[in-house]
């Protein structure tokens, strides 16, 4: 079994005259949390938006759980999980009912979806909410369901994008010990986020500058690298070596 689940090579996108994402290159490994971290403006976004088969790119080679970035977008995403910042389920629907949609999207049957849901709802202890309405819910425990049902149908790799964003502390930590829990079981988690503390949970870092990789590699080594005490300063370090706006 190929433990490579990303791999890009060279990767490159422009828009005009304009690369918003330039040559980039690294692979992620089956169970690894990947953070994905860069300024507004740094080309993270843009990268994503390749490997999550919303973008083709202009150059350069790719694959993302066994499909063709350039030519395979299509089966990318039926083959992912994905989970925006911006929360993605109905608010007018139920727990279940939206458990039982993205399901069917994904195209599990009857008889899994109902064993998967049981399942994921019995692990957040939120069996007794199935028949609540979304919109009812908190944002924290709006953002667990989120998760949960961006896994559902059990793919390779998951695309986190910002996830915890306006959410307390205490359900960040909650949210990630999901995540850590996901990636024991073989899953791959590819996230973004603003927060640096956050960074320091990942089994690797990349940071983006100007479009390109500014610095890959384990958060212990990177504050090693550059000489500081924490991911944030790190951060800091490369972002001040940007030249382009955001």
């Given at each position: 079994m190929?433990?490579i689940?990303?791999?890009?090579?060279?990767?490159t996108?422009?828009?005009?005259?304009f690369?918003?994402?330039?040559n980039i290159?690294?692979?992620?490994?089956r169970?690894?949390i990947?953070?994905?971290?860069?300024?507004?403006?740094a080309?993270k976004t843009?990268?994503m938006r390749?490997?999550c088969?919303l973008?083709?790119?202009?150059s350069?080679?790719?694959?993302v759980?066994g499909?063709?970035?350039?030519?395979?977008?299509e089966m990318?995403?039926r083959?992912?999980g994905?989970?925006?910042?911006?929360?993605?389920l109905y608010?007018?629907?139920t727990?279940w009912?939206?458990?039982?949609?993205?399901a069917?999207?994904?195209?599990?049957?009857k008889?899994d979806?109902?064993?998967?849901?049981?399942e994921?709802?019995?692990?957040l202890?939120?069996?007794?909410?199935?028949?609540?309405l979304?919109?009812s819910?908190?944002?924290?425990?709006k953002?667990?369901?989120?998760?949960?049902?961006?896994?559902?149908?059990?793919?390779?790799v998951?695309?986190l994008?910002e996830?915890?964003?306006?959410?307390?502390?205490?359900?960040r930590?909650?949210?990630?010990e999901l995540?850590?829990?996901?990636?024991?079981?073989?899953?791959?988690?590819?996230?973004?986020?603003?927060?640096?503390?956050?960074?320091?949970?990942c089994?690797r870092?990349s940071?983006m500058?100007?479009g390109?990789v500014?610095?890959?590699?384990?958060?212990?080594r990177?504050?090693q690298e550059y000489?500081v005490e924490?991911m944030?300063?790190v951060f800091r370090?490369l972002?001040?070596?940007?030249?382009r706006?955001?």
């Open positions: 190929n433990d689940v990303i791999s890009v090579k060279n990767l996108k422009r828009f005009g005259n690369t918003a994402v330039d290159s690294f692979d992620v490994k169970g690894e990947f953070g994905f971290l860069g300024a507004n403006g080309g843009t990268a390749m490997l088969g973008s083709y790119p202009t350069g080679s790719g694959s759980a499909f063709d970035v350039m030519h395979e977008g990318i995403k083959h992912i994905y989970m925006s910042q911006r929360f993605s608010n007018d629907l727990v009912e939206n458990m039982r949609l993205f069917g999207i994904y195209g599990m049957t008889k979806t109902e064993a998967k849901a049981t994921l709802l019995t692990q202890n939120f069996l007794s909410e199935r028949d609540t979304v919109g819910l908190p944002l924290g425990w953002q667990k369901l989120s998760f949960v049902i961006a896994t559902i149908h059990s793919p390779e998951v695309f994008d996830p915890t964003g306006g959410v307390d502390p205490i359900t930590r909650q949210f990630w995540i850590y829990k996901a990636a024991e079981s073989g899953t791959t988690i590819f996230v973004t986020t603003h927060y640096m503390d956050e960074a320091e949970y089994s870092v940071i500058v100007d390109e500014g610095a890959l590699d384990t958060p212990t990177l504050k000489g924490s944030d300063e370090i972002a001040r070596k940007a030249k706006g955001e």
